[in-house]
T-cell receptor, first 113, second 112 residues
Framework: EPEVTQTPSHQVTQMGQEVILRCVPISNHLYFYWYRQILGQKVEFLVSFYNNEISEKSEIFDDQFSVERPDGSNFTLKIRSTKLEDSAMYFC???????????FGDGTRLSIL | ELKVEQNPLFLSMQEGKNYTIYCNYSTTSDRLYWYRQDPGKSLESLFVLLSNGAVKQEGRLMASLDTKARLSTLHITAAVHDLSATYFCAVDTQGGSEKLVFGKGTKLTVNP
């Protein structure tokens, strides 16, 4: 069964550094999402992406965050200057169309020191 | 703003017992999802409920949706230890990005 893949599985970074989290959505899916989960808390929406542009973003997704689909397969989340509170599990998800079930990757655990 | 409330947040039960997890949401939606998450792992899709009155069953788990009451339930029958995990419900916002809004999760522990 096709799956969403995320790399790296764990990223440790110094505060203030830039990080890029990578995702390969399911190949024929058109909608892409990033969510995050702070340890022990619920999953929170960050951003959705469709037709090569952001379709919605949450309050968390400030100007330190950006997303990109640089080619036909990858979908990346960049945090320009990381803060301690960015430490979380970041999940990428994709769906065939809007309203179809979203398939989640295994996540990237981001630890900011 | 769509809010999703789950209860209970913590559930400790004995093997062989039955219990129900509740998921209430605040605005109209007829698309609701249940996910399972094991510690440190990703979200595994359990059920997709797409209409009022939808009922789906898989093994010892059964999920239902009442869109008029804005309520979904996840019923556990004769619990076994392997069901220990955190269960999240999520509601599709419909229209626009179709983002999911998650409940806080129910951490289920099934004791032998």
């Amino acid at each position: 069964e096709p799956e969403v893949t995320q790399t790296p599985s764990h990223q440790v970074t110094q505060m203030g550094q830039e990080v890029i989290l990578r995702c390969v959505p399911i190949s024929n899916h058109l909608y892409f999402y990033w969510y995050r989960q702070i340890l022990g808390q619920k999953v929170e929406f960050l951003v959705s992406f469709y037709n090569n542009e952001i379709s919605e973003k949450s309050e968390i997704f400030d100007d330190q965050f950006s997303v990109e689909r640089p080619d036909g397969s990858n979908f990346t989340l960049k945090i320009r200057s990381t803060k301690l509170e960015d430490s979380a599990m970041y999940f990428c998800a994709s769906s065939l169309t809007g309203g179809q079930p979203q398939h989640f990757g295994d996540g990237t655990r981001l630890s900011i020191l | 703003e769509l809010k999703v409330e789950q209860n209970p947040l913590f559930l400790s039960m004995q093997e062989g017992k039955n219990y129900t997890i509740y998921c209430n949401y605040s605005t109209t939606s007829d698309r609701l999802y249940w996910y399972r998450q094991d510690p440190g792992k990703s979200l595994e899709s359990l059920f997709v409920l797409l209409s009022n009155g939808a009922v789906k069953q898989e093994g010892r788990l059964m999920a239902s949706l009442d869109t008029k009451a804005r309520l979904s339930t996840l019923h556990i029958t004769a619990a076994v230890h392997d069901l220990s995990a955190t269960y999240f419900c999520a509601v599709d916002t419909q229209g626009g990005s179709e983002k999911l809004v998650f409940g806080k999760g129910t951490k289920l522990t099934v004791n032998p």
